[in-house]
């Protein structure tokens, strides 16, 4: 059992205020998402035994980290709590955009992960009708954009990566921003 403990506690640098922080948040405020981040550990442990976690990286970052694992989109990141998932070595956007949705997840609580899904499908229901209107669009472009991109959460994520706009959202209705 100690080394299970030990393990869970190794993204966590003591000595720093934030490592203090990020544990703190991550075992009161931000448990809903700390709790959906070990279930997607599990899942990559158990389940997809060759989802190689990193745990150099984990250290690094101050959140777990697997380099394959679990993938709910093909070709995107996915980050539950303090678990990041799919991240095939893209040191970069895990420091610059996933480290955001952890913090994200560890300052809103369970604020974050209501409103994300909320917003996902008010995204769906928005990018369906704006396709409605407009069937020479492709639909899932359309849906992924308002459901996805426009997410203020990613908006955020997307920023502080210097990526905004992103490559696969649609012109049509992603974001302006000033």
Do not use: C
Not at 8 to 30: C, H, K, M, Q
Not at 63 to 91: A, C, E, K, Q
């Amino acid at each position: 059992m100690s080394g299970i403990v030990a393990h869970e506690l190794s993204i966590y640098d003591f000595n720093d205020p934030r490592g203090r922080t990020a544990f703190v948040l991550d075992y009161s405020w931000g448990l809903t998402g700390t709790a959906l981040g070990a279930a997607l550990q599990i899942v990559n442990t158990f389940v997809i035994p060759d989802s190689d976690y990193n745990d150099a990286l984990s250290r690094e970052v101050g959140f777990f980290v697997y380099d394959g694992g679990i993938v709910f989109f093909p070709g995107f990141i996915t980050t539950l709590g303090n678990v990041t998932t799919n991240g095939s070595g893209n040191v970069g956007v895990i420091e610059d955009h996933e480290a955001v949705h952890v913090w994200q997840s560890r300052v809103f609580g369970p604020f974050f992960q209501v409103s994300y899904v909320a917003w996902l499908a008010g995204g769906a229901v928005v990018g369906t009708a704006v396709w409605l209107t407009d069937t020479d669009e492709d639909w899932y472009s359309l849906v992924e954009t308002a459901a996805y991109y426009n997410n203020p959460w990613e908006v955020w994520a997307y920023t502080n990566d210097n990526n905004w706009p992103p490559a696969g959202a649609n012109p049509k209705l992603v974001w302006k921003l000033p």
